[in-house]
Structures are given as C-alpha cells and as structure tokens.
C-alpha cells in the first residue's frame, strides 16, 4: 500500500462538518499507521481542480451529511472515473432517503416500525392540529420524529406526550423539509456495521447503545460518557445472529457495497426491527464502526486497505493487485 496515494475526504458543509473531520483524522491517521501515502482534503470548491490534477489512486469519503451519504460526491467522483470507497451514487439515494429504504426492505419481508412522511408544507395548508393527531392515532404514542433525510440523529427525538408532539415537530423541521414520523419500539438498540471482502459481505460484531438519557440522539452520540456501548451486544445466540442477518440483507437489498452499518432495534420478542442504514459509518472516538471492528479482532487500517484495494481493483480489474 505504500504505493498508493490515497485522499481521505472530509469536512464539507453540512450540519456535521465537525464530525466529518474528526472522522477523516482518525481514518487517515490509521491508515498512516499501515504505511499508506494519505492527503486529508476537504470537500470544497478546489476538489474538482485537485482531482484533475493530483488524481489519487483511490478516494475514501469520510463526508457525513448529505454530500456524503446522498450520492452527490459519489456521482462527482463517478463523472471523473476516480475510484473510490464505497457505495455508488444510486444505492446511496436509496439508503439516505429514510423512507425508501424502509419501503424497500419492508417489501422483501424485513421487519420495520410503521411510519408516515409528512412535508412541512401539508402541516400550513391542512393545519398542524388535525394533521398531529392523526398522526398519533395512526402510530401511537410514544412516536419516533426525525428528518426524512439526514445522519447523526440531528432532529430526531422520542415524543411521549402529545403536547410536546408540535414542538418536536418545529425542532424536527429545522433539519429538513419533510418529516418522517415513526411508531416507537421499545427494545435493545443495536449498530451492525457490515464489511465486503472476498466471501461478500459479512457483519462484524453488533454494537448495543445504552444512552443515559434514553435517546441516542446528536449529543448522546458525540458527547463522551454519555453512552454506554456493550460490544459484543449483550443479546442470546439467536438474536446476534438475527441482526447480523438483517444487516447483510439491507446491504445486499439496498445494493450497498464495501462498507454500510444498520441501525435497529431488537424487541422483546426477538423481532428484529431495521431502522436505517447508513452508507459512510462514523469513525471518530465515539462512533460504532471502530467498536465492531475492535470486537471482531480487526483495526481501521485492516479494513480500509482491503477496501482501498478492492476500489482499485474495480477501476482496473485486470492489472490492480487485489488484496481484500
């Protein structure tokens, strides 16, 4: 890998930015660690002038946010034949809007929370009182709220009491347009991080989120201290081996590739409940994918030069070294 010479993107201007660099510094730093030739660039206007005329071997997208994850930066890289880490353009619209990939996987028979998806624009024209309650007639409440698209928990919140639904649902709103509502499931929460390698994909250890606070929202994921991670998930045989399974599936279905990590919930009947996925995974201090990986005897580095090799390979499959 010494030979390579590898651009870990980060940064951008989404809502977390912040969380993108912390991501991209740990990454690159790992990937220094295994002798690789790593650039830390951010995602602004010179990219394009860069990638034209410094063109690396390979591009690893440590982007949250929609630039990262919304396949705007991957159609980027696409245009330019630049290889890189990662699910392509289409699959990443697909994992990003939340309700499509829940419609997707809901149709091959995955289990998933009853939701509804409502623009801000139905709440001014048909009045926000009789949308909200039918809103709770249909799901229930407790209710799950969080932006049709997004990452890092930004707007999403648990509403108990339905005098505290309007203002959830403004909070919600300042992260997007449209809201996808969603019946709240009591259970054990878990992160599947799935990995590609010679065999397909496989699921590294499931992660299970305690949060102090009972929601794993933006500070309970940043914030260090305030959430207890069990790694391996403290679930019987059978459950871990459910997850793992639903994860691999929505990375399969979803048409996901190198590196994806499933959120959901595991019920107290063992009904495993997929909530999202998320096609660029965290990497800092605090983030699920590093956990698994540790748990399952491997390193950042480990795995993100076997991808690095697998991007290569994909961009020239008959003279690239293949190393998964």
């Not at 990454?27 to 602004?44: I, K, Y």
């Not at 394009?48 to 949250?64: M, T, W």
């Not at 696409?78 to 290889?83: A, G, K, N, T, Y």
């Not at 990375?251 to 997929?274: K, N």
Request: hydrophobic content about 45%; overall charge negative; glycine content about 8%.
């Amino acid at each position: 890998m010494s030979d390579r010479c590898v651009v870990v993107l980060s940064g951008g201007l989404s809502h977390e930015r912040d969380v993108s660099l912390r991501s991209g510094r740990r990454l690159s730093a790992a990937l220094r660690s295994a002798d690789v030739m790593v650039e830390e660039w951010d995602a602004d206007s010179a990219l394009l002038s860069r990638l034209r005329e410094h063109r690396p071997d390979a591009v690893v997208i440590a982007l949250h946010g929609a630039e990262g994850e919304g396949g705007s930066i991957q159609t980027v890289l696409e245009m330019l034949d630049v290889p890189f880490v990662g699910a392509d353009s289409h699959a990443c619209r697909r994992a990003w809007d939340k309700p499509t990939a829940k419609t997707e996987l809901a149709r091959a028979g995955l289990a998933t929370p009853d939701w509804v998806v409502l623009p801000h624009s139905t709440f001014r024209e048909l009045g926000a009182r009789p949308v909200l309650d039918a809103m709770v007639d249909r799901l229930g409440l407790p209710m799950m709220l969080k932006p049709e698209q997004g990452g890092s928990a930004l707007g999403a919140q648990v509403v108990r009491e339905a005098a505290e639904l309007p203002a959830a649902m403004v909070a919600c709103l300042a992260y997007g347009e449209t809201v996808m509502a969603e019946r709240y499931v009591e259970g054990v929460e878990v992160a599947v991080t799935v990995v590609d390698g010679p065999g397909g994909p496989a699921a590294l250890p499931a992660v299970e989120i305690d949060p102090s606070t009972g929601v794993y929202d933006y500070t309970a994921r940043y914030t260090a201290g305030l959430t207890t991670f069990h790694t391996p998930a403290r679930l019987d045989a059978r459950s871990a081996a459910a997850v793992a399974e639903v994860a691999v599936a929505a990375h399969r279905l979803l048409g996901l590739r190198d590196v994806s990590r499933t959120d959901a919930i595991v019920a107290a009947d063992g009904t495993v409940h997929f909530l999202e996925v998320n096609s660029s995974p965290g990497l800092t201090e605090t983030s699920l994918l590093p956990m698994a990986a540790e748990a399952g005897g491997r390193s950042l580095a480990d795995i993100y030069t076997g991808l690095i090799e697998r991007a290569v390979a994909r961009a020239n499959p008959v003279t690239a070294p293949h190393n998964p």
